[in-house]
């Protein structure tokens, strides 16, 4: 029904919230790759690699480690 639909809407995009909400605050990388690119990276994480994180989003996170520490951390 619309109304289930509506629900359902609603409780995802308050679950998104709450996502963003935390990874926000804590001070650790945290990142998602959907198809060898960055889909979200919080700030903490966008900051220790040196950029904004909309530099970030939508590019392969490989580019943003330096070659030598590539294979320790992907």
Not at 22 to 46: K, M, S
């Amino acid at each position: 029904s619309v109304i289930a639909r509506l629900h359902d809407r609603e409780a995802l995009a308050a679950s998104e919230r709450l996502f963003r909400t935390l990874t926000n605050t804590i001070p650790a990388l945290t990142v998602i790759i959907e198809r060898d690119n960055v889909a979200y990276i919080n700030r903490a994480g966008a900051q220790m690699l040196g950029y904004d994180q909309s530099e970030v989003i939508g590019k392969p996170l490989g580019q943003f480690i330096p070659a030598e520490r590539r294979d320790a951390l992907l």
